[in-house]
């Protein structure tokens, strides 16, 4: 296992409006002096195509924003984390 993963309740997606659910595992190889483990979150869209009119090419591309958050997962008690743990 790497310092860190990612595993989503739903790996395979999500549908709009369904809350984004899982967990961080935090798993060391050795002890990491942290004052806090914050966790980012962004998600978007990007889109592009193109349209032939009368033998002009007209390009269309847009990118939207659906989430940017951040989020305090854990404050260590000590200023070390030396074990896995799982946020």
Known sequence: MSLF???LDHPKGYFPGQNVTGRVILN???EI???VLKIR???GAHTKWEERISNKV???KSDLSYASEEKVAWFPKNGIVS???DF
């Open 41 to 43: 979150i962004q998600g």
């Open 28 to 30: 060391p190889k050795k």
């Open 58 to 60: 007209h390009e269309y």
């Open 83 to 85: 074990s896995k743990k």
């Open 5 to 7: 993963t990612i595993l």
């Open 33 to 35: 002096d942290a004052n």
